[in-house]
């Protein structure tokens, strides 16, 4: 009984520390949309070209940080097994 305990415990606590990368990893993107939004005037007077980058830039990372936390957990999973 309290090797099945200890057992719930670890997957738990494994489970949890996953869980707190992910939500890290999404710290960027929240950044990144933050800035946009907090400070419109400032932004507005770049140069559309700049639009540009900016725009694929933020698509990229919000493409990168969903597969980069997908393909970890994969990793963890295969550890595990």
Same mark, same amino acid.
């Given at each position: 009984?309290?090797?099945?305990?200890?057992?719930?415990?670890?997957?738990?606590?494994?489970?949890?520390?996953? *869980?707190?990368?992910? #939500?890290?990893? =999404?710290?960027?993107?929240? %950044? /990144?949309?933050?800035? $946009? *939004?907090?400070?419109? #005037?400032?932004? =507005?007077?770049?140069?559309? %070209? /700049?639009?540009?980058? $900016?725009?694929?830039?933020?698509?990229?990372?919000?493409?990168?940080?969903?597969?980069?936390?997908?393909?970890?957990?994969?990793?963890?999973?295969?550890?595990?097994?």
């Amino acid at each position: 009984m309290r090797a099945d305990v200890q057992s719930i415990q670890q997957m738990l606590d494994e489970a949890k520390q996953g *869980a707190e990368q992910t #939500d890290a990893r =999404a710290l960027p993107v929240v %950044g /990144l949309g933050v800035l $946009l *939004a907090g400070i419109p #005037d400032v932004i =507005a007077r770049f140069p559309a %070209g /700049l639009w540009w980058v $900016l725009i694929v830039a933020s698509v990229g990372i919000g493409i990168w940080v969903p597969t980069s936390a997908l393909r970890g957990r994969r990793r963890r999973r295969a550890a595990r097994s």
